[in-house]
């Protein structure tokens, strides 16, 4: 098959071949798919097994009419799931839509006549006609009787253009910058380069970040204890022969101990962080990448675009022999300013120099085979290009080292020659390009241009730890050159090719000691990143053309110029909107502020749940029945929805915790174990007090109607009035110290004053007391509003539980604070020598 292709006439297939050979799949069709289908996403979004026992849940109590409980235990689960679910899609979508070609028509020769077709009407050895600004859409070799100069800056970042002979293979997604040809197509469809590189782009690679893992091991940890925990419960109610609304109520509280709402919060955290770091001009995509590039200690980079703005300044300007500078600056300025067709070096010099206007008779474009371009005036014959290749028709040499010296500092230098005769033509008989004898005029040094940023932004890097590598297309000693007035300690560059053939250790030992990598293939800046991964770096990639695209999405964080190719712009996870990377630095302190606070936020979700879990324990060996209702649940709004919410927005950067777990059980053990005890306590005690003929405040009609509602149990069959409002009682009881708690909790992480500094030093910030001020306001209108209270399953305001409660809440603030001050649990735990 491969010889029949290259075996195919220049005059083109016919109509019938290519029918043919597309019917055989062997035409240029778009590529199609690379992500996780919508169903799969549906289903380990919102039908996962955590998810499936809340829906159960959900259904059994609405069959029961229990409408509120049915909100409370399913709706926060199945609202995380759709959030989740949908930022998915939504990725998913950007992928699909991706292609790295353009789908313009172009230009094939069938039956020996050329004829318009689209892209992916092309088939595999089809002749195609290539022209200046066409884009190559196949891969295939040049035929005879071509040339042409080929773009490959967004395949390979080279950013010089490259001359192809016949035989030469032109790329598909590179673009013809001058020349015409007919090309062969060899490979097609998602056989080409771009096909290749469209798939890999394409490839759903999302990493999850290390909070997500910390979080989503928690969850699974408490998931199971939750489980094995439920399942004692349960076997008890079934042998005290509970009813079934009363199993499913306790089913629906023991699910409520997952803290599930902390994916909640972390995508509420990382939304706010988007916007945030947004108005500094930093577009979030993925929406982890807020907290992701905060964990990043190292930063690989491309050149152009990124590093420098992919324009040329002028360095400096040299007369040669007696020459005044002024002299030479005109006559560069005159080349620059009188040329038809400016390439970057033109421009640079035109923004440079003013010029004269001069009487062009002839021209001689740059082109990259030539490496020189000239102009015929009036009255001189002007040159511009490559000192080397201008030699040759030199009568005198240049001097000494003086190219050398400027080519070692990264800059491109160019020699200015004039003809030694008036007026010289610069084509031979045949009208092609030749050079005349000619005297040299001066040279000039141009170096690729920094962004102004840029010094700052890696000063602020290397300060905070990060490292920085240089990964380019670009020659080494040129890229070196530019790290080295960028601010990195560039050392000795390394070019692509001597990567080839090294294991993953020696690539390791290559990557870890070297900062610039020169004639860099996509190939390799992946390679680079995966070795970098496998030396537990975390790694961040920017880039702004297709050949990033695969280093973009091996990295933890991709990052990408608004100016950059589609390609790599979709498959980013942060685009920088001014192409500037000195957002970056903010956005990683943003990052750091959302760990800290959901952090802190964590601390307070695990002290809940450790608590009410040792609580329902306690009450329920004890014999006196279950200590909560589902719409109890529903505190946890204000003893743990509204204050982590706001505790995660107030946070301060810090760095990264690196033994959270650690940390968090030095402080979630003893709070969980004294809560636990203290509240176990003042339930046993208002308990047995009411069911031994202390009143409960509320008359025998409330108590018997509040009791069959929240505990599912017929009263005169079940149990009796004592028991009924021993029951109700001793909950509310339960449910108003843990609040009062939960509030005064915030105050150890966020101490206002000396008083509550046990666990940590006092903070300037006011904003948590205050908070805590609004909370318990709030409880208190709650408790003491009919409607507010009924709707909790609680008994509003009675005498019994104002007389446990407050002295309950003193008892656990002075054991708390002792056991923070002197590390008691810390020491009788054995863990008193994990130090923060």
């Known amino acids: 098959m491969e010889q029949d292709v290259l075996a195919a006439p220049v ?6 071949e290519a029918a043919a050979r597309k019917r055989r799949g062997e035409a240029n069709t778009q590529v199609k798919g690379g992500s996780r289908s919508y169903v799969e996403i549906l289903r380990t979004n919102v039908f996962s097994f955590f998810n499936i026992i809340l829906f159960v849940i959900g259904v059994a109590l609405l069959a029961l009419q229990r409408y509120s409980d049915a909100l409370i235990s399913v709706g926060l689960g199945l609202i995380n799931a759709v959030i989740s679910a949908a930022q998915e899609i939504r990725a998913k979508r950007k992928l699909d839509r991706l292609q790295l070609l353009d789908r313009g028509a172009v230009v094939v020769i069938r039956d020996g006549a050329e004829l318009a077709v689209q892209p992916d009407e092309v088939v595999r050895g089809d002749v195609l006609k290539v022209g200046a600004g066409d884009q190559i859409v196949v891969d295939g ?3 005879d009787g071509g040339r042409v100069e080929a773009d490959e800056s967004l395949l390979t970042g080279e950013s010089d253009p490259i001359a192809k002979e016949p035989g030469d293979d032109l790329r598909s997604g590179s673009l013809c910058v001058s020349g015409e040809g007919r090309q062969l197509a060899r490979d097609v469809g998602v056989n080409s380069y771009a096909g290749r590189l469209t798939a890999e782009a394409r490839r759903s690679t999302t990493d999850r970040t290390p909070l997500q893992r910390r979080i ?5 940890l408490v998931m199971v204890l939750t489980a094995l925990m439920s399942g004692a419960i349960l076997a008890q109610a079934a042998i005290e022969g509970f009813t079934l609304l009363r199993v499913v109520q306790i ?9 599930y709402g902390l994916f909640f919060l972390i995508a509420l955290a990382y939304t706010a962080g988007a916007v945030r770091i947004g108005r500094d001009g930093a577009l979030v995509q993925q929406v982890n990448a807020v907290e992701s590039v905060s964990n990043v200690d190292v930063v690989c980079t491309d050149k152009t675009g990124t590093l420098t703005t992919g324009h040329l300044a002028v360095d400096e300007i040299l007369p040669i022999g007696e020459r005044e500078y002024a002299e030479v600056a005109d006559a560069l300025g005159g080349v620059a300013h009188n040329v038809t067709t400016p390439n970057l070096t033109a421009l640079a010099l035109a923004a440079e120099l003013p010029g004269p206007a001069w009487e062009v008779r002839d021209e001689v474009p740059f082109a990259s085979s030539l490496r020189w371009s000239g102009l015929v005036t009036d009255e001189d014959t ?4 490559a000192p080397d290749a201008l030699a040759p028709r030199l009568r005198k040499p240049l001097p000494p080292d003086v190219i050398a010296q400027r080519t070692g500092r990264g800059l491109r230098v160019l020699l200015l020659a004039r003809a030694e005769e008036s007026g010289a033509p610069l084509r031979d008989a045949d009208q092609k390009p030749e050079l005349p004898m000619l005297e040299p005029y001066g040279l000039v040094a141009l170096g690729d241009e920094l962004r102004p940023e840029v010094t700052d932004t890696v000063r602020k890097f290397r300060s905070g730890g990060v490292d920085l590598k240089v990964l380019s297309g670009d020659d080494p000693r040129t890229v070196a050159a530019i790290a080295d007035r960028a601010g990195m300690d560039a050392g000795e560059p390394v070019p692509g090719a001597d990567l080839d053939g ?9 990557v870890a000691r070297t900062t610039v990598f020169g004639r860099v293939a996509p190939e390799h800046k992946e390679r680079i990143v995966r070795s970098l991964r496998r030396q537990r770096r975390y ?3 920017i880039g702004d053309g297709v050949n990033d695209a695969r280093a973009l999405k091996q990295a933890h964080v991709g990052v990408a110029m608004r100016s950059g190719s589609p390609v790599t712009r979709d498959v980013a996870d942060i685009v920088l909107v001014d192409d500037s990377f000195a957002v970056l630095p903010p956005a990683q302190e943003e990052g750091r502020r959302i760990i800290n606070g959901i952090g802190m936020s964590l601390y307070v979700f695990m002290a809940r749940v450790a608590s009410q879990g040792l609580v329902i324990l306690a009450v329920t060996m004890l014999g006196l029945g279950f200590p909560y209702s589902p719409t109890q649940v529903g505190l946890t709004l204000f003893t743990v929805g509204v204050p982590t919410f706001f505790l995660t927005f107030w946070a301060k950067p810090v760095p990264p915790d690196k033994r959270l777990f650690v940390s968090m059980a030095r402080f979630v053990l003893p709070t969980s174990i004294i809560t636990a005890g203290v509240g176990t306590a003042v339930y046993t005690a208002l308990y047995e007090a009411i069911s031994h003929g202390f009143g409960s405040g509320r008359t025998p009609a409330e108590v018997i109607d509040q009791f069959e509602r929240y505990t599912g149990l017929q009263y005169g069959v079940d149990t009796d009035f004592a028991t009924a409002s021993a029951t109700i009682a001793a909950q509310t009881g339960l449910s108003t110290f843990f609040c009062f ?15 509550f500094a046990a666990w940590t030093p006092p903070t300037d910030d006011k904003r948590p007391a205050l908070l805590v001020g609004g909370l318990v306001l709030a409880f208190l209108i709650v408790i003491n509003v009919p409607v507010l209270w009924t709707y909790f399953g609680l008994i509003g305001p009675a005498r019994p539980v104002a007389s446990i409660v407050p002295p309950a809440l003193l008892i656990w603030f002075l054991s708390l604070s002792a056991a923070f001050r002197f590390k008691l649990l810390d020491r009788a735990l054995g863990v008193h020598h994990l130090h923060r």
């Open 11 to 16: 005059s083109g297939l016919t109509a019938g």
């Open 141 to 143: 070799p040049l035929l």
């Open 216 to 220: 989503e091991f928690i969850v699974r």
């Open 251 to 259: 089913t629906a509280v023991l699910s409520g101990l997952v803290p």
């Open 382 to 385: 002007w040159v511009l290009g």
């Open 502 to 510: 090294l294991d993953d250790a020696e690539l390791d030992a290559v």
């Open 539 to 541: 790694v961040a990639m």
């Open 741 to 755: 708690a939960s509030f005064i909790m915030i105050l150890f992480l966020a101490p206002p004053n000396r008083v």
